[in-house]
């Protein structure tokens, strides 16, 4: 009797649809900015992360300069945990709850 020869597995990923960003939260701190070690059931929250996609609708408006990884600041009242990896870092939330975007600005630049 033979096997089945196992086919590639498929990547399964997500697409926000609408006005919509997908992000990677970044990790909560367990320092303070002045070093102090917070014990493990203290942590300071964070509300910035990392864009993983951006949706269609949000790609062509030009009111929305978001890229995908761009870092950002956001407001997390609105945001829907993507149950798709251990650490469940992975969050869709409405574009309009993106309130900054970080930029780097080149140093001879003169603004």
């Known amino acids: 009797m033979t096997r089945p020869q ?6 399964e990923t997500v697409e926000p649809i609408g006005k919509r960003v997908l992000l990677r939260k970044d990790d909560d701190k367990k320092q303070t900015k002045s070093g102090i070690h917070l014990p493990d059931k203290i942590e300071i ?3 910035t992360g990392r864009i993983v996609a951006v949706s269609a609708q949000v790609d062509r408006d030009a009111d929305y300069p978001i890229k995908k990884y761009d870092r950002v600041l956001f407001n997390p009242k609105n945001a829907i945990p993507v149950d798709l990896e251990g650490d469940n870092r992975l969050y869709v939330i409405p ?16 603004g």
């Not at 196992?6 to 990547?11: H, I, K």
Request: glycine share 4%; hydrophobic share 40%.
């Open 45 to 47: 929250p964070t509300i």
């Open 95 to 110: 574009v309009e709850d993106v309130v900054a975007v970080f930029r780097r600005q080149s140093e001879g630049a003169n």
């Open 6 to 11: 196992p086919t590639a597995r498929s990547l």
